[in-house]
Structures are given as C-alpha cells and as structure tokens.
C-alpha cells in the first residue's frame, strides 16, 4: 500500500528549509519572510486552509510572534 501525499507536504518541507536558514541567520527578513507569506498562501488556495490555520501556522513557524 502506498502512503497517500499529505496536502502541502513539498510546500511544508520548503517551508521548514527556510526556517532553518533563517534561525541560522538571526531571523526572517527580506526574502524569507516574503516566502513564508507566500507559502501560506498557497496552502490556503492550494490546500483549502483557512487563514486562521496558515495564520497559526506562520506564529508556531517563527515569521511573527503572536501579541499577548
């Protein structure tokens, strides 16, 4: 039996590359926080997230703190 691809699975790995880069760097600026918005977006459009799961997704992945 073949594992069925999870929804996002290359977009989710992709994503994962550039947070390690940018914890490597110091931070998301410039490019790697545009990429993480835009990886976002496609698992919204792409893979029917809503925005308050690729919200909550971009919070836990580090491009922005969630305000307490």
């Known amino acids: 039996m073949v594992a069925k691809p999870v ?3 290359a977009d989710l790995a992709a ?6 880069t ?3 760097h ?3 600026a410039g490019r790697s ?4 918005l835009a990886i976002a977006d496609v698992l ?4 029917g997230w809503s925005f308050e799961q ?4 971009l919070a836990r992945m580090g491009p ?5």
């Open 7 to 9: 929804a996002g699975q």
């Open 15 to 20: 994503a994962a590359r550039v947070q390690h």
């Open 22 to 24: 940018a914890i490597s």
């Open 26 to 28: 110091g931070g998301y």
């Open 33 to 36: 926080f545009d990429l993480m």
């Open 44 to 47: 919204e459009a792409e893979h």
């Open 54 to 57: 690729s919200d909550g997704w």
């Open 64 to 68: 922005w703190e969630e305000e307490v």
